[in-house]
């Protein structure tokens, strides 16, 4: 197994901060296993921490900037790119003002004093979160999506109506190796026509042709560019630091259309909200350690005792059964669903009536005996009572769909069946079942 690592001595590097023009000393520090990566900021009392974690961006205007009670971090994306392309698990970082340093634009100045530092292996086992369900992302002409994989791969491709840039495409699997020799060079950039925008917000005091690559109306105004396609290089480098806002690395193949820190942050709380439905305990990623539950049935199981089929077989596995008892069922729901083109395109929410569908899917595999066995009867839907709706299924959700039997007669059950997302209910019902003899072929 793969071991956690850090780094083995103390480094610093000292800059100027990209927008708030602050100058900045930042310090790497060797920390304990399964600690993480937090920022401190040192130039205030008490050095208050600024934990690595998703759910702590306040801003992503022009950058990913964390922050806690009111202590914030500045464009950190460059620094975690780094660290999770080196493959560093904990690490300490102390900063003197409020924004990271940008060197030269890119990852370089970071990775190469963590180099000097050196890494070190630690006596903890490294804990990935490895994706087993895909997960997608999509807002306009922006799409991210992570597929399951062995390693991490980034995909990505961008658009730009500017003719030094055009659409360009890459895709690397992600390793120190190929983070020091294709990625960590590539530099920020930005159009000269953004820069008094920017300025007048506030934003790029520290911006020079030396920190930056910038494009005029036609050309590029830096001498020469370390890539041909450095600007979607630099995009992967951005996605890598932002993925890393989940704190430990991904084990998964990540493709990005035109996506930004923005996009990025809401996909990587997307990966994280996906992955923690039925696998975790609490708001933290560390029930991910673990594998999901193992299915009682997979899909093809379920195919064998439902007659349903796409579009409209609505459950993807069981994962808790007890025959005439109860049953427990999965339903992921994707931005792929056939009802999204149709449904609410614009602002896609899962059917009501398809989530009670599936309910009943679920609910009518109480029927059938141990380990599926069939009993001769089918289920058909014949009443609802009691049904309400109290939270909506979106994409990127997993819809956990409980059925208990409340009543068995000859020719009929009646069921209480809920849906669950993230442990609240989202929708329940009373549902009455007509019970028939299968009639052989």
Known sequence: MDKQRTIKETVAFSGIGLHTGNLTTITFKPAPPDKGVTFYRVDLPDRPPVPVDVDNVVDVSRGTTLGVNGVEVHTVEHVLATVAGMGIDNLDIEVDANETPVGDGSALPFMGVLKKAGTVEQDAERKYIKVEEPVYFRHGDVTLSVLPADDLRITMTI???????????????????????????????????????????????????????????????????????????????????????????????????????????????????????????????????????????????????????????????????????????????????PYFQGHWPNNPVMPGVLIIEALAQVSSLLIFGPEGQPTGKQAYFMGIDNAKFRKPAVPGDQIVLQSKMVRMRRNACRVSAVAKIDGVVCTQAEMLFGLQDIVAD
């Open 159 to 337: 658009g730009f109506d500017h003719v030094a840039i055009g659409t360009q495409y890459t895709s690397f699997l992600i390793t120190p190796e190929c983070f020091e020799k294709e990625i960590a060079a590539a530099r920020t950039f930005c159009f000269l026509r953004e820069v008094r925008m920017l300025q007048d917000q506030g934003l790029i005091r520290g911006g020079t042709l030396e920190a930056a690559v910038v494009i005029g109306d036609e050309e590029i105004l830096n001498e020469d560019l370390r890539f041909p396609d450095e600007f979607v290089r630099h995009k992967v480098l951005d996605l890598l630091g932002d993925l890393f806002l989940l704190g430990r690395p991904i084990k998964g193949h990540v493709i990005a259309v035109k996506s930004g820190h923005k996009w990025h942050v809401e996909f990587s709380k997307q990966i994280k909200k996906a992955l923690l439905n039925g696998n975790a305990k609490s708001g933290t990623l560390e029930g991910l350690a673990a594998p999901p539950p193992k299915p009682v049935l997979d899909i093809h199981g379920i195919m064998k005792m439902l007659p349903h089929r796409y579009p409209f077989l609505l459950v993807d596995r069981i994962i808790d059964y007890v025959p005439d008892e109860s049953v427990t069922g999965i339903k992921n729901v994707t931005f792929n669903e």
